[in-house]
Structure formats: C-alpha cells, structure tokens
C-alpha cells in the first residue's frame, strides 16, 4: 500500500499527459501511486500511460472507457485506492516538486481536515506564466466561502482516504444527507469537484495551505472555458443547496446565497434588485452562529458587505474601502471589474430569480 495514491483522468489529453506523469515523478516525496484513469482515449494516451508504466511500476494504467462522466470515473479510481491519502491531478497540469510533501505536512497540522487544497499558476499551452489562482486559506474562511464559490481547487486537492471511506464521500453524491429527498441533488459533471468541497467544507473540513501547488494549464478545451454559462449555473444549484445543508445541520433559517456568489469570476443579476444589504445581515448572522466568530470568517464578510451591493458607484467606493485593508484575490477583483465593466459588448450577464424559502 502506497502512502499516496493519485488520480489522474484522462481522455484524449496525449499533448500534456507526459509532463504531468513527469511532474508526479519529480515529487520530494517518493512513496505514491499514480492511477492513471483512461476515459476512452483514442489519440494515444492510454498507450503514452502504458510506456510511463514499464518505465516506472508505480505508475498504473486502469481504463474506464463506460464511466458515467467525470465523476463516475473519479469514484472509478476511488474504489480501487489502496492509500492513506488520495490525490488528485490533471493530465494538463504539472506538480510543483514539494507538492506532496506541503499538503502532507498540512494534514499533520490540521488533523481534522479531510481535504486540503492550495494556490496554483496558471500557465498557458507553452508553459508561459499567465498570473495566478488564489484561493481563500484557513478552514473557517474556506467553509464561509463554500457557500458562495467553489472553495478548493480541484487539481490541487489531497484527501484523507479512511475519513472520505468513513463519511461515505463519493464524487457526485449527497452524503450529508440532512435534507428531505427532493431537495437532495446529484452532480455528475462540471461542478462534481464543489459538489464535493463544499459538503466537507460545510462540516469544516476543508482547507488550502498559502503555497503554489501546482501549474494549471489553461487552453480551450478546459471546461470552464467550453461550458462556462452551464458550470455558473450548476454552481448556483450546489450553491443553494450547500446553504439549505448548512441551516439544517445548524437549525438556522434559510437564506438565498444567490446575491453573495461569485461563481466564475462574476456577481448575478438576482432578479434586477440592487441592494442586498438586510439580506447580507441575515446571511451573517448565520454564518456567525454556524461557523462560529473568527477574524478568518469576519475577512469573508467583509468581500460579501462589499458586493451585497449592486449600484456601480457605491460597489466601486466599497471596493475602495475593502482594498484598503485587504489584498483582494483574484476571483474577487473579477467579480468587480465584470458587474462594473458588464454592459460592455461581449461582456456575460447571467441573470437568475431568487429562491424562496
């Protein structure tokens, strides 16, 4: 039995794979497993794979051409583990080396985390810097933020593999199980990964170390690119009923999420309405009560007081203010420039109603 064993999908992804297998092989830490997870492949990965295999026996090869998408090849890989931890990598990123080795370390810190995630640069096809994904760090932050966006990184997550057996956690399922039958939901694709952080997160079991993890390599053919309306839109659903979980688990009223979120890089158009600001009190006074009061979840809020607006002069003095006191991340600075930059052409609006109680 390995220490680690990696799950690293693939289908079609011939043109990356071999540095991603490289990067796996390169890590400080040596005691690991790489299952490779074919989807089918037909331009040559499964047998790049293969020759990576007799290279290296550590290195395995397991096809899952019938998997019911991403996550049914993911959960796939998850009963074939054999592992104290599980990893997860993309056939189009690269490890950083001490990767393992930093998540590891965090594990033994943060016993009670089940999974634990990181930052990453983001590259292009050529392996060129494009800037960076930044991502909130400290548990109490990392599960206020599970409500509104997704927390953790997929490609850069670790996973404590007797926890996720013990909570019954499965990629696209609801294992918290705290909410009647039709308010339950399945995510078999494009947003399987927050389907899954988000319930962890939600129990605050989640966190990311400050380190760069990995190289995330960003091209046309990501999802977030193919799909991106799709993926906001699914997000908002696990959004909602991420909240509905956390109310239950807390006995605490509901609340719509839906003004608060920053799904993609972006705020929604919630029906036209401008200011959310008794909304944001009843949503943080929640938060407060579920969470408990700590200066990490007080910085999430203070990003939700900031766009609880939605008039573009006071969303800008707000931001102003927020800047002063915090070094916004990059998913909050686009969340601004797009609500204020949005009747430009070309620019996306997602619009969405709100939900009832």
Known sequence: ?????????????????????????????????????????????????????VRDARIEVHSFPQAQGLSGLLNCGLEIADCEYVMRHDADDVCMPDRMAVTLAAFEALPDCVAIGGQAELVDTTGQHLGNMDMPVGVARVSAASLFRNPVAHPTAMLRFDALTRLGVRYGADF???????????????????????????????????????RYRLHGNNVSATRYADQVALSLVISRFLTRSFCALHGLPWFDPAPFCNHGGLLLDVDGQMNFDAEFETMAGALRRGFGASPDLERELRFRKMISTRNEA???????????AHVPENDERSAVRYWLSRRLPGKRRISVAPELA
Request: net charge neutral.
């Open 1 to 53: 039995m390995a220490k680690i064993d990696i799950l690293l999908p693939v289908k079609n992804g011939k043109d990356f794979l071999a540095e991603a297998i490289d990067s796996v092989r390169a890590q400080t830490v040596t005691d690991w497993r790489l299952l490779v997870l074919d989807h089918g492949s037909t331009d040559g990965s499964r047998e790049l794979a293969e020759a990576c295999h």
């Open 176 to 214: 918290l199980k705290v909410l009647p039958a039709h308010q339950s939901i399945e995510v078999s694709n494009l947003a399987e990964d927050y389907f899954l952080f988000g319930q962890l997160a939600v129990l605050g079991r989640c966190a990311n170390v400050p380190q760069r993890l990995i």
């Open 314 to 324: 006071a969303l800008l003095w707000r931001y102003g203010r927020f800047r002063s």
